[in-house]
C-alpha cells in the first residue's frame, strides 16, 4: 500500500509538471503589443543588387492598403504601385492615373516589400502560422514556425523569443515557385513601439543578394508623425 501511494504521487508530480510546461504545439509568436498602436509606416531605403543601386518607398497602413514607389539610379521615372485593403493592385504613374491592373502574383510581389509590417504583424501576411521546431540561428536560440501566404505557398518565420523579434522570413518567390526568397532582419533600430529593421539583406534563389539601408522611416499613430530614423 505504502509503495502505491509513492508511485501515484510521483506520477501526480510529472502530470503537474507537464501540465505546467509550455507545450511545443501551444507556442505562438509574441511581439510587442505597442506595434498595434502603429497606423502607418513609411520607409525609404537605399538599396543595391546585382541589377544596380534604386531607392524603395514604402508606405504600409494598418488597413491593409500599400504605397510602393521604386527609382533605379540609371532610371529618370519610378515605378509605382499602390495596393489596397482589398488586396487589388494598380500601377499608377506619377500623377496617380492607372496603367494597369496587378495579377496576384505581382501583388504578393510588392507585398513581400512590406518588411516592417511583416516583422511587427505577420498575421497580416500569412495564415495558419505554427510551431514547427526550435532551431540556432547567428548562434542564437530561434523557434521556427509555418505557415501559408494568400497564395497557398509555404513560409517559414524564426523567431528569437528572448529578444521577441522575427529575424528571419523564408518564402516562395510568387512569381517562380521553384525559388526560395529569404528577408534577414540584420540591424534594428530602437522606438517608442518597440524596435524596428534599420537594414535587411534578402537573398532569393540561393544565389542573388539584395541589400536594404533605411535612411528614413517614420511612423504614424493616433497623435501624428514620428521620425525613427
Not at 18 to 46: F, G, M, R
Amino acid at each position: 500500500m505504502k509503495m502505491r501511494s509513492i508511485n501515484y504521487l510521483f506520477a501526480l508530480l510529472v502530470a503537474m509538471q507537464w501540465s505546467c510546461t509550455e507545450k511545443p504545439k501551444d507556442k505562438t509568436i509574441v511581439l510587442s503589443s505597442d506595434y498595434q498602436k502603429i497606423q502607418d509606416i513609411v520607409s525609404v531605403a537605399h538599396c543595391s543588387s546585382p541589377f544596380g543601386q534604386y531607392i524603395t518607398e514604402v508606405h504600409s497602413l494598418a488597413d491593409g492598403s500599400c504605397y510602393f514607389k521604386q527609382l533605379f539610379s540609371d532610371s529618370d521615372s519610378p515605378f509605382i504601385v499602390k495596393l489596397d485593403s482589398l488586396n487589388n493592385g494598380y500601377l499608377v504613374t506619377e500623377n496617380d492615373s492607372v496603367v494597369t491592373t496587378l495579377s496576384p502574383e505581382d501583388v504578393e510581389m510588392i507585398r513581400g516589400h512590406e518588411f516592417h509590417k511583416m516583422s511587427m504583424d505577420p498575421w497580416q501576411f500569412y495564415t495558419n502560422i505554427h510551431f514547427d521546431k526550435n532551431v540556432t540561428h547567428l548562434g542564437a536560440d530561434h523557434e521556427r514556425y509555418l505557415a501559408m501566404d494568400r497564395l497557398d505557398n509555404p513560409a517559414k518565420l524564426l523567431y528569437n523569443r528572448e529578444e521577441k523579434l522575427i529575424s528571419k522570413i523564408e518564402l516562395i518567390n510568387p512569381k517562380d515557385t521553384s525559388q526560395t526568397i529569404e528577408i534577414h532582419y540584420d540591424k534594428w533600430v530602437d522606438s517608442t513601439y518597440g524596435k524596428m529593421a534599420r537594414e535587411i539583406y534578402i537573398v532569393q534563389a540561393k544565389k542573388d543578394t539584395f541589400f536594404f539601408d533605411f535612411r528614413s522611416l517614420k511612423i504614424k499613430d493616433g497623435t501624428g508623425y514620428t521620425q525613427v530614423i
